[in-house]
């Protein structure tokens, strides 16, 4: 079965609702219970997280404790249902979880606010955060409107080397 963007979930959900699907994505936040355990999944497609309920009885624990931290990349697949919370989206009832990336356990980046000093000290995790996520969605749907907008008027676009 082949990967689904987050984002497709997140927009056309209830196109999706009963069925089984595979994604793939880095935890932003996880929450863990006596039964249940939950994840905040984002492949980059969508600002939106789709959360991701496992159900603790069908893993055991050795499979499922790597998959639980901040930063690890998973694949998971299952069926897509509306979300317990009304007007939440949906979310995905995991049947499989497998780890694909792991992560030091001192990942920088946390569920909390991060100053834009602190992002300095970590320029690889910057589009990891939700501020750069927006920035650059911005960015490059102004650039492609400034692109498209002198192509119709039949101007070509040069990139000219940088004088030092």
Wanted: contains cysteine; glycine residues 6%.
């Amino acid at each position: 079965m082949e990967h689904i963007d987050i984002s497709e979930i997140v927009q056309y959900g209830e196109k999706h609702v009963g069925e089984t699907v595979k994604v793939k994505g880095w935890v932003r936040t996880s929450r863990d219970s006596k039964t249940m355990a939950f994840l905040a999944l984002n492949d980059g497609t969508s600002l939106k997280h789709l959360q991701i309920v496992i159900d603790k009885a069908r893993f055991s624990s050795e499979e499922l404790a790597p998959c639980l931290r901040n930063g690890v990349s998973v694949m998971a697949e299952g069926v897509v249902v509306p979300a317990f919370a009304a007007g939440s989206g949906y979310e995905l009832n995991a049947e499989s979880l497998s780890l694909i990336g792991d992560c030091p356990s001192d990942y920088p980046l946390q569920k909390k606010y991060h100053s834009l000093e602190f992002l300095r000290t970590v320029p690889h995790l910057r589009v990891r955060t939700n501020t750069f996520n927006a920035m650059l969605r911005v960015r490059s749907k102004v650039s492609f409107a400034l692109h498209r907008f002198f192509q119709e008027r039949g101007y070509t676009y040069i990139h000219t080397p940088i004088i030092t």
